[in-house]
T-cell receptor, first 111, second 115 residues
Framework: GQQVMQIPQYQHVQEGEDFTTYCNSSTTLSNIQWYKQRPGGHPVFLIQLVKSGEVKKQKRLTFQFGEAKKNSSLHITATQTTDVGTYFCAHNTGTASKLTFGTGTRLQVTL | DGGITQSPKYLFRKEGQNVTLSCEQNLNHDAMYWYRQDPGQGLRLIYYSQIVNDFQKGDIAEGYSVSREKKESFPLTVTSAQKNPTAFYLC??????????????FGSGTRLTVV
């Protein structure tokens, strides 16, 4: 399936700083899902966005789906050490339930 | 509590041997999936099954085989034909519903090393 690119590949921030990862596609996406994978762990589903321009918040996390449905972002306000991990975006192709995952952004947070 | 159980957590295999990874879910999910993750990499789809007794190849199916005889179980066999099997294998499930997509629930994974 078509792969979406995530930038940056890696980011190192100090605790309290903000963080944003971007997910970009060359084609229109039907939806975007976001997952978090802690070091040594497995991906955990965070959220799904479906509508053009949709914005959803979960405490310090803000998720956006672009107006053209070709890009998405995840913004974390005032990072904490518990935010450490790799963040993946993913999308469905057509009507199939299978997901194609992005390349991931690894976040490191230090005190 | 409902969830997905993968076993074993760590597996060592000699070259030329087949090995089967177990994946069991009690979430009553219709669809199940196998992904492979290499160090520092994303997830690549090996096989998926949307219903019992049916499955489809993903992007990297060569050297792998699956079965889906029961709704709860989706075992993955890594055959000797897989040239570079050392990786982290993740099983997932979801309950798609008609015309809608839902987030996956992942198992804790199996780390396979070929020695």
């Amino acid at each position: 399936g078509q792969q979406v690119m995530q930038i940056p590949q890696y980011q190192h921030v100090q605790e309290g700083e903000d963080f944003t990862t971007y997910c970009n596609s060359s084609t229109t996406l039907s939806n975007i899902q976001w997952y978090k994978q802690r070091p040594g762990g497995h991906p955990v589903f965070l959220i799904q966005l479906v509508k053009s321009g949709e914005v959803k918040k979960q405490k310090r996390l803000t998720f956006q789906f672009g107006e053209a449905k070709k890009n998405s972002s995840l913004h974390i306000t005032a990072t904490q050490t518990t935010d450490v991990g790799t963040y993946f975006c993913a999308h469905n192709t057509g009507t199939a339930s299978k997901l194609t995952f992005g390349t991931g952004t690894r976040l490191q947070v230090t005190l | 509590d409902g969830g997905i159980t993968q076993s074993p957590k760590y597996l060592f295999r000699k070259e030329g041997q087949n090995v089967t990874l177990s994946c069991e879910q009690n979430l009553n999910h219709d669809a199940m999936y196998w992904y492979r993750q290499d160090p520092g990499q994303g997830l690549r789809l090996i096989y998926y099954s949307q219903i019992v007794n049916d499955f489809q190849k993903g992007d990297i199916a060569e050297g792998y085989s699956v079965s889906r005889e029961k709704k709860e179980s989706f075992p993955l066999t890594v055959t000797s034909a897989q040239k570079n099997p050392t990786a982290f294998y993740l099983c997932a499930s979801s309950s798609p519903g008609t015309g809608r997509h839902y987030g996956y629930t992942f198992g804790s994974g199996t780390r396979l090393t070929v020695v």
